[in-house]
């Protein structure tokens, strides 16, 4: 039994290429633990990350659109799902570690605030006496500290590899404070490809759904997607393979087209570039230039899309609208709990250290689902509500 067990863990790195991140070669983690048993230290990972708290609140925070001004729109929880497929995809046809990206792709946005970006940076606004608020580092502290799941320890104990490629950015400021994880923002060296890899399966995630879902909701128009030449290109292929196929449908198929350009493009240039540097280890891929990369081509394809769904969804008035009132959300809520900790849960309050206090208004804030933080507040600020 026992060396049936061995083979079958001796398995979970065949196939990888040689500067892929091998299971059994990880930095580990930071409490030590027995061995994983029948799964690899990354799938550990993985089923350490959808059993946490922090994983089932993304299904009630927001991508783009407010959880409940629909149904089918996109949240956290679904776009984490999206980038964890399209990364999987891109590291088989890499021969780099699925079982790794799955479970990066799955974490990289636990830290995020309620509200998308703007609660991100209103929280940064109101800690700047305090150490500052970023979205990336609150993912790290989620599975480093805030996860409450375990005996022996704080947080999940994740792998270092999971932890460096939850960590996309981070202040030089910050970096300093996080010992061997700051250590490559610091030296500007790069992280496995697998983290690198991660990067790029949210940016294409995101750019391809925030279109379904931007014409979905009315806020983009087809007639604006024909400032997009990619989408303009794909589309015509769609109508001439097709002809006369309804709107939805041949949407579908343009994105679908969409999405297997880019990858297709990411897995040959990246090739190509690894080609070049032959990297031997994983060591070698962190001394060289970032390697997972798209042509110049279709990056600025990307970038493009980019500006275009900025201005153009993300900055929509309607959009705006519910940023400027998730922000006031936010902020009254962290003024109301930094000058009256009292009105904090028992365990978020703390005595005579306004930083630490500070930080916990933070974590409870930036933990809070969308619907929650707006309960909360009618709870606190609402005269027709005791
Ligand atoms: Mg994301």
Do not use: W
């Not at 090739?271 to 280890?281: C, D, F, G, K, Y």
């Not at 997972?292 to 279709?298: E, G, K, L, T």
Request: glycine residues 6%; charged residues 25%.
């Amino acid at each position: 039994m026992s060396s049936q067990v061995t083979a079958i863990m001796r398995d979970f790195d065949a196939g990888l290429a040689p500067y892929a991140a091998h299971s059994a070669q990880s930095r580990g983690r930071t409490h030590a633990e027995p061995g994983p048993g029948s799964r690899s230290e990354y799938q550990r990972d993985r089923d350490r990350i959808i059993h946490s708290t922090a994983f089932r609140r993304l299904e009630y925070k927001t991508q783009v659109f407010i959880n409940h001004e629909g149904d089918l729109f996109r949240t956290r929880l679904t776009h984490s799902i999206e980038v964890a497929q399209i990364g999987r995809t891109l590291a088989r046809s890499l021969r780099l570690n699925e079982d790794l990206v799955e479970a990066t792709a799955l974490a990289h946005d636990l830290g995020h605030t309620p509200f998308g970006h703007v609660g991100q940076d209103v929280l940064n606004e109101c800690m700047k006496d305090f150490g500052g608020f970023e979205h990336n580092l609150q993912s790290l502290r989620v599975v480093d500290h805030l996860e409450e799941h375990y005996g022996a320890f704080d947080g999940l104990n994740l792998t270092f590899e999971t932890r460096e490629g939850i960590l996309k950015h981070c202040s030089l400021n910050n970096a300093r404070q996080l010992g061997e994880l700051g250590q490559r923002f610091i030296e500007r060296s790069q992280p496995s490809l697998e983290a690198q890899l991660t990067n790029l399966a949210d940016e294409i995630a995101y750019n391809n759904h925030d279109i379904d879902d931007g014409l979905r909701s009315g806020l983009l128009t087809m007639a604006q997607m024909e400032e997009v030449e990619l989408f303009v290109r794909l589309h015509r292929e769609v109508e001439a393979r097709y002809p006369g196929l309804p709107g939805r449908r041949a949407l579908y198929e343009t994105i679908r087209l969409m999405i297997t350009a880019m990858t297709a493009d990411l897995v040959e240039t990246s090739a190509r570039l690894i080609a070049e540097a032959a990297p031997s280890t994983i060591d070698d891929v962190r001394a060289a230039l970032p390697l997972i990369r798209f042509s110049d081509a279709m990056r600025a394809e990307t970038v493009a899309l980019k500006r275009f769904l900025y201005a153009n969804l993300y900055r929509h008035f309607q959009v705006n609208r519910t940023r400027v009132k998730a922000s006031r959300i936010v902020r009254e809520l962290f003024e109301a709990f930094l000058t009256d900790p009292v009105l904090l849960p028992g365990d978020y309050q703390v005595q005579d250290d306004p930083h630490r206090q500070a930080r916990k208004i933070a974590d409870y804030i930036a933990g809070m689902t969308d619907r929650y933080a707006i309960r909360e507040h009618r709870r606190i600020f609402s005269l027709e509500h005791f």
